[in-house]
Every structure is written in C-alpha cells, then in structure tokens.
C-alpha cells in the first residue's frame, strides 16, 4: 500500500472498530483520528468526552467486551457508593475509568487543551495512535424531542433513546475553531484518503462536519473521501440510528446516510444487501466487523478502495 | 446518667474512638460532635474533609479496621488507574471513599453548606450521630518547617511527618464564622458537659477553637469542659502529636496539652501514668481505647467525672 495519511472521522464503538482497524495495518505516523466531542458532557464535576473515551480504550486494547464500553477489568465500588450516597448513578462509570475523567478534568482546569490532555493521556494508556478532539471548544449536541429540548447525554443514557428524535443542533459549533492541528494535516498536501468511519452520521460524524473550517478542509484536501455505511442489511449494527432515520423521516437504508455526506463524499463502501440505490463510486464489502481479523480486513478494504479513487 | 447535651471537640483517628464510644452511651440527641476541618484540603478537584470523614465512618461502623483510615470493604481501582496515568497518587483516596468527595464537591459547587452536605451524607452513611464542622467557611492548617510554610496535608501525608515543625497556622480561621447550630447549642443552657476527646491539640483542637466565638461559648456554657489527654505513658497513641510537641519546644507530657487548654478546663482525664504536675481537677482513667468495650467504658468515665464536676 502506498503512504500519506489517512484522517478517519469517528465517533464512539461503531467507528472505533474500523479505527482500531485502520491502527494495525498503517504506522501510526500515517492515521489521525478526529473525534466527536459533541457528546462531551459535565457530570458529577468531571468533564467526560465519551467518544474520546471509547476511542483511546479501543486503541489501547483497554476496551471492556462485556459491556461494549468503558475500560476491562473494571470495578463498580465507586457507583455503588455514590447511589448509596444519593447520587446520580444514572451515568455508569467504573473505577478505573474514573480516573481518566478526574485527571482529565484537573489538567482541563489547569489549563490544558483537550487536544493536549488527550494526547497525553492516550499515550499513558498505551495507544500510539493520535486521537485529536474536533474542536477544543465546547460543542455540546442536543435532542430536540416532543417535550423539547434535552441534553444528548440525558437522551442516550438516561433516557435510553426513547425520546422521539425530531431535531438534533450542535450548541457552540458555529463558534468553536477546528483543531488546528487537523486543518494543518488537511491542508499539508499529504493526505493519503479521509475516511468516515461507520458511526452514526446524525450524533457522531455531523458535528465534526459542524465545526467551520472542517468540512471545507476535508472537501479541499485532494484526496478521496470514502465513508464506511453503518447500516447493515437495513438495520444499524448498534446504536439509535436507525431509530433516529425514522423519527427524521428517513428510509433507513445506506443511501439515506450517503445523502447526508453527498457532496463530500468521493467513495462509499457498503454491505452487501445495502447498495442500491446509491449514487457515485460504491464498493461492496462485509461490513460487520466482529473479529479482529474482519475490522482489519475492513480497513485494508477501505485503503485500497480509496486509493483507487486518487 | 443525667441528660443533657454533650459536645464533643474531635479531630480524626484518636478522637473518633471516644466519639464512637460516647455515641453507644448516649442517645443521639444528647451528642453533637464538632469536627475539626482545618485539614481540609482541594485535592484532584475534589473538596476533602478528612476529619469529618473519619468519624462518619466510624460512627457509622464503616471505618477500615486494616488501614486506620478510610473505608472498609474498599477497592483501590481508582488509585492504581490514576498512578498510571501520571495523576497524583499521594493521597490515598479508594473508590468508595471517592464517592463521598465527589459527591460533597459536587454539593458545595451548587450552593450547599458543608455542615448541610455532612448532616446528609453521614445519615446516608448510616449513623444516626451529629457530626458538624467547626465552621462553614473556609479554614486551613499551615505548617512552617525549616523550608517555609506549607500545606498541612503536604506536610501530613506527602511528607509523612519528617519536616521539622516550627509553627502552625489557622488560614482564614480569624475570619470564619463558628458554625451557628454549634454556637446555639452551646448558648442553649442546656449542655451536659463539653468533651474535648484525645486528639492532637495542636493540628485537631486548637484549630476549633481558634473560630472566632467558640472558645468563649465554650468557657461560658456553664458546663464542665473535660479533655482527654492524648498521650498515654509519655508517648503519642498515634500520630505526630509526640514529635510536634518535641520540635515546638514542649515536654511531651499529658501535662504540657493540658496547658494548651488551661482555663478552659475544668477537669481532665489522664492516662495512669501521666498524671503528674497536671494543675486542677484529674481523673485517672485508662485512655488506651483498643476495644469498642474500652470505648464505651472511657466514655461513660468522662461523662460521670463531668456530672461530678457540674
């Protein structure tokens, strides 16, 4: 394969796989990962970057494969506690994941960028892949539900998604500034592809498309864009996205996502029963990465697709 | 026994045994425990009151009976992860113990007293005890060792004791303001007895009574004011009581506390070895409370020397 780097946008465990992917088959120097900070949220007096979070465990095989979330060989006795205590335990975080969110919150306060913090941090836990916040402003994405507007934590977690999705905004994107670092790699002329990872395109890859600069960037870059449908077989592999297409009014289907990225997009790789209707360049591939093996096959998929489009 | 209020003066591990003992021999409204707060600190983020959280624990059986200090039944998740991730580990805080930090911070952010988070947090706790702090407002022990002034958990638990100490001070103390139930009970006419329990009188006492109004409220209850010395035998049961006195210049003796508090007392329990040249009125009793029995015991001793001294 040829080298350049590869800019994947992600959000949370749906994308963290073709990112984990995309970190065992290229050298670290050659991915940036661009998270999704728009489900960031304060709570307990912690700041805690959820997609942050699920990214550097993923990339540092910290990853917990019972729960799908938050860190392995975790312990609960903080949250027992806390509920004891009378507090909100509806946000479960183990122990050792706590940790993360307090250092992270002292240094925040201290006053480090979340670029910087998150930099560190990764690499105390273990990954050499970059993993860069969109933006280090605040960007906080909200619901807007039949009984109005909620936070996305208070609908994801608490709520469980069960709010009727009708609206969702990205509060602050239209005043945050895209990290500097990714418009500086998108702009050096050597960029091997930019991939959308399969995340949710509404929560998870539209707010890092919110933030000005960021969308121009990746369209001005010069290499191909190819984005990695999250719907399989008509159905999101996990997550509210098929939930969220039907309340927006949307055929649940992979050109239904493809048409929220169209302009930018230069390539799509779907799943085999998902194709139709799909304009542009398509490439047909398992999507469904259960294994090691198939999220690095995936990502060897979207290289050398994408590098036929160049 | 006789009724009436107790009020009784305490700092953390030491004066907590005869604050638990005084809470199995009285009734829960004829107790009110002053906790000293001037070892409170900002650690991590986190709004952490060592004193009151030992007799929390202790008061409501929940006290670590390996480490002396913190919970019992704790995890250690939190520590190791933050360790890991270059945070500071200095401060020994386990996960269920977080959970009280985070949860108090948590409340005084959003307005609440610290005497309001305690009262619920310790009813929470499980202990039916009052415990409040010897003022809502913002007290801090400093130490001056040979190399300057420091914070007195730098000195406490960072450094373990080894800097040599030449003077302490009460940070903010002349401008707090008493903790106004403690105030009013004291001015109710209706105290039994003020105990000061058998902690360090320099860094556990002295910073109570340093709240402007409380040694006079004290000296004008109208009750007996019996201490508790905290030495048994010449010698610290624990802590740095013996070296402190040593470097300020003291005779480590039940006699040398006793003067720290002279014309506050009115009579003063001394272990049977440490009785000599104590001016006033002495009790010889034995101090070493290892057993809950010898809890119980030295508290019900106290109470009946004080009904004497009435």
């Known amino acids: 394969m040829k080298g350049g780097l590869v800019v994947a946008l992600s959000g949370g465990v749906g994308g963290a796989k073709l990112a ?7 050298p670290a120097q050659e991915l940036l990962i661009v998270a999704n900070t728009g489900d960031d949220f304060e709570h307990l007096g912690l700041s805690i970057s959820p997609d942050i979070d ?8 910290l ?11 975790e312990t609960w006795s903080f949250m027992e506690t806390i509920g004891a205590l009378g507090g909100a ?6 122990d050792r994941d706590l940790a993360l969110h307090v250092e992270r919150t002292r240094r925040l306060k201290a006053g480090e960028t979340l670029s910087q913090v998150t930099a560190d941090l990764s690499r105390r836990l273990g990954t050499a892949t970059r993993v860069l916040p969109m933006s280090d402003d605040r960007v906080r994405t909200r619901v807007r ?8 934590q208070d609908y994801f977690v608490r ?10 905004a990205f509060d602050g994107a239209d005043k945050a500034r895209a990290q500097p670092d990714i418009i500086a790699a998108l702009k050096g002329g050597k960029v091997r592809a930019v991939v959308i990872c399969p995340s949710n395109p509404f929560i998870s890859i539209e707010p890092i498309l919110a933030v000005p600069g960021m969308r121009e960037a990746i369209a001005a870059c010069g290499a191909p864009v190819v984005a990695v449908s999250p719907i399989v077989g008509g159905r999101a592999v996990k997550g509210p996205t ?19 990225y ?14 139709e209707g799909i304009p542009g360049k398509v490439h047909i591939a398992s999507t469904l990465m259960t294994t090691l093996a198939e999220k690095e096959a995936l990502a060897r998929t979207v290289l050398t697709f994408a590098d036929t489009l160049a």
Request: hydrophobic residues 40%; glycine residues 10%.
């Open 20 to 26: 984990l992917g995309l970190s065992r088959v290229l």
């Open 54 to 61: 699920t990214l550097s465990y993923v990339l540092a095989g």
């Open 63 to 73: 990853d917990n494969p019972v729960t799908g979330w938050g860190r392995r060989d």
């Open 89 to 94: 335990d509806w946000f479960r975080l183990g």
């Open 145 to 152: 539900s039949d009984s109005g507007w909620i936070d996305f």
């Open 159 to 168: 709520q469980q998604c069960r709010p009727i999705v009708r609206e969702l």
């Open 242 to 260: 098929a939930k969220m297409m039907q309340e927006l009014g949307l055929v649940v289907s992979s050109a239904s996502v493809a048409k929220r």
């Open 262 to 275: 169209r302009d930018l997009l230069t390539g799509y790789i779907v799943d085999e029963a998902d194709a």
